[in-house]
């Protein structure tokens, strides 16, 4: 059932003089501010996830093609890998797919190592972010092991089509690095411009969400 609407927040006016606080939240298009170091499930809009996600480039941009392969088209093709691996996955499960990098439309797609090297604050934030994006569809804030082990697999095959096909890996240095594909039926990918990739992930996001349990 879709999440009902809910009014705009307003933020909270910084204290003036020595102690004023800096601004930690960002307006949305949608008009929404969410904070960036309190994110409430109130904030969290789908079209402002699919808008942003569908402007921000994988593989920081190195790929080929006109367009950059968009974190939106990675999302919706992580979701369809997990039907694969998983046939009849309950539906909450494959939305929580199509959401796992949602966080990225406020923090950006950084890439493995960079996140690596900031430690374990970065991944704090991403966490809190995550937990209220799930929140706010009625999915669960944290996610049993095996189901993240699941998305994580497919997050995985989706990077070795990725590498090979758009970022210029070779099919032996992807496999070291991601894993060989095992499992599913050959896609071949081809990035998309950004509007179309918005509409498709929202597309995918409209129908998952129909298909929830009331």
């Given at each position: 059932?879709?999440?009902?609407?809910?009014?705009?927040?307003?933020?909270?006016?910084?204290?003036?003089?020595?102690?004023?606080?800096?601004?930690?939240?960002?307006?949305?298009?949608?008009?929404?501010?969410?904070?960036?170091?309190?994110?409430?499930?109130?904030?969290?809009?789908?079209?402002?996830?699919?808008?942003?996600?569908?402007?921000?480039?994988?593989?920081?941009?190195?790929?080929?093609?006109?367009?950059?392969?968009?974190?939106?088209?990675?999302?919706?093709?992580v979701?369809?890998?997990?039907?694969?691996?998983?046939?009849?996955?309950?539906?909450?499960?494959?939305?929580?797919?199509l959401?796992?990098?949602?966080?990225?439309?406020?923090?950006?797609?950084?890439?493995?190592?960079?996140?690596?090297?900031?430690?374990?604050?970065?991944?704090?934030?991403?966490?809190?972010?995550?937990?209220?994006?799930h929140?706010?569809?009625?999915?669960?804030?944290?996610?049993?092991?095996?189901?993240?082990?699941?998305?994580?697999?497919?997050?995985?095959?989706?990077?070795?089509?990725?590498?090979?096909?758009?970022?210029?890996?070779?099919?032996?240095?992807?496999?070291?690095?991601?894993?060989?594909?095992?499992?599913?039926?050959?896609?071949?990918?081809?990035?998309?411009?950004?509007?179309?990739?918005?509409?498709?992930?929202?597309?995918?996001?409209?129908?998952?969400l129909?298909?929830?349990?009331?």
């Open positions: 059932m879709p999440p009902a609407a809910v009014p705009p927040s307003k933020p909270t006016a910084p204290k003036k003089g020595k102690q004023a606080i800096p601004r930690a939240w960002q307006r949305m298009l949608s008009g929404r501010r969410l904070d960036l170091l309190d994110p409430s499930p109130f904030d969290i809009e789908i079209e402002d996830i699919a808008h942003g996600l569908a402007r921000v480039a994988r593989w920081n941009g190195q790929t080929v093609g006109e367009h950059p392969f968009s974190v939106a088209e990675h999302s919706v093709l979701e369809k890998i997990c039907g694969q691996l998983k046939p009849g996955w309950p539906v909450k499960w494959r939305l929580v797919a959401l796992h990098d949602a966080p990225e439309y406020v923090i950006g797609d950084m890439i493995s190592p960079f996140k690596t090297a900031l430690g374990v604050d970065y991944k704090d934030f991403e966490h809190r972010l995550e937990a209220a994006i929140l706010r569809y009625g999915l669960p804030p944290a996610l049993p092991k095996t189901i993240e082990q699941t998305i994580k697999r497919a997050d995985h095959i989706s990077a070795f089509l990725e590498a090979t096909q758009l970022a210029g890996f070779s099919d032996k240095e992807a496999a070291e690095i991601f894993g060989r594909p095992r499992g599913i039926f050959p896609v071949t990918l081809a990035p998309l411009p950004p509007v179309p990739a918005q509409q498709a992930f929202l597309a995918r996001f409209d129908t998952l129909k298909q929830l349990p009331a």
